[in-house]
Structures are given as structure tokens and as C-alpha cells.
């Protein structure tokens, strides 16, 4: 029963279902007739959809420190839901495969993108001992943890991020990723 739970957990949180409509904007030309007040949005003001990719660090085993690269997406300003992927090794058996659902809030106010963010993340971690990773995996469990970090921003459009995280079933971890918003 609880393999069953477990699998539906990941199979929530590794498949989720996005539904993404296009729908034309209004131009001020449209509204009031005239071409000189169409002006083209400024990027601070448009949405944030940001792609990063990076490499970090936690303590998975007693064993010491494992390492591992991560993708992670995210949706917002002000505040960003997203999801992230990592996967870990620690180069004596340790495997674990972590997804991740994140929810960050900026606190330089409700519309940034850059700068100090709190973030929560939750999801699913499969973790195998001295065995090829498979999944389902031998050893899943459910992980939940809190972050702080920066997010330098170059060119109003690339950035870099430090973060320090603590959480279950990890004790801490620590990373830094780039990336590109859109």
C-alpha cells in the first residue's frame, strides 16, 4: 500500500499537467486609434519564466557530502512557483534522483525577480544504496526543506543564484545555478 502511495506521490509530482493559452493583447493602437501610443511592453513589467541549471551539494549519507547537477524551471514575480530536478552521487553507491516542487518569494516586494528569496521546496527522492538507479527505486521517500538565496541579475535577463537549503531527508545542502529569464 504504501509502494502504491508512494508511486501515485511521484507520478503527481514528475507528470504534472500544464494547460498554456495564447491569447493576443490589446495594443493601444487597437484602443485608441493611434500608432504613436503603441509602445512595446517593458521587460520588468512582463511575466518571468526563468530556465536554470546548476550544481550543488547536500549531505544524503552519513557517509559525507554528495554532489549533484540540477535543472530547474519557474514561473513569476514577486513570488515563483517551479519545479527542479537533481540528481545525486557520492561516488560510494549513494544514487538519489530528487524532483522537486518550489515555491519562492522575492522579498524586495511583490513584483521583482532579483535579489534575497526564501523558497520552499517538497516532492519525491529515490534514493538507491550500491545499485544502478531504477526506477520505481528501492527507497523513495517524501522531501521537504527551506532555502534562502540571491539572485544576481545581468543584463536584465541572465542571472546567477547562491542558496543554501535544510530539510528531510537531507540534513543541508548548498549549490549555486545560472540561467536565463524570459
Not at 11 to 29: C, K, R, T, V
Not at 106 to 122: A, R, V
Not at 167 to 174: N, Q
Amino acid at each position: 500500500m504504501f509502494r502504491k502511495f508512494l508511486l501515485l506521490a511521484f507520478l503527481l509530482i514528475f507528470f504534472p499537467i500544464f494547460a498554456i493559452y495564447a491569447q493576443e493583447e490589446a495594443s493601444s493602437e487597437d484602443i485608441t486609434g493611434t500608432e504613436e501610443e503603441a509602445a512595446p511592453m517593458p521587460l520588468s513589467d512582463r511575466p518571468d519564466f526563468w530556465l536554470g541549471v546548476g550544481g550543488e551539494t547536500a549531505f544524503y549519507s552519513a557517509r559525507g557530502l554528495s554532489y549533484a547537477y540540477s535543472f530547474a524551471l519557474g514561473y513569476g514575480s514577486g513570488s515563483s512557483i517551479g519545479l527542479k530536478g537533481s540528481f545525486f552521487s557520492n561516488g560510494q553507491g549513494l544514487k538519489v534522483f530528487e524532483v522537486d516542487l518550489l515555491l519562492r518569494f522575492y522579498t524586495f516586494g511583490k513584483n521583482t525577480y532579483y535579489g534575497p528569496f526564501i523558497q520552499i521546496l517538497g516532492g519525491a527522492s529515490m534514493i538507491n544504496y550500491d545499485n544502478p538507479l531504477k526506477i520505481p527505486s528501492g527507497t523513495g521517500v517524501l522531501n521537504i526543506g527551506l532555502g534562502i538565496g540571491w539572485r544576481y541579475l545581468f543584463a536584465n535577463r541572465f542571472f546567477l543564484e547562491p542558496a543554501f537549503r535544510f530539510g528531510y531527508p537531507y540534513f543541508m545542502g548548498l549549490g549555486i545555478s545560472a540561467g536565463i529569464r524570459f
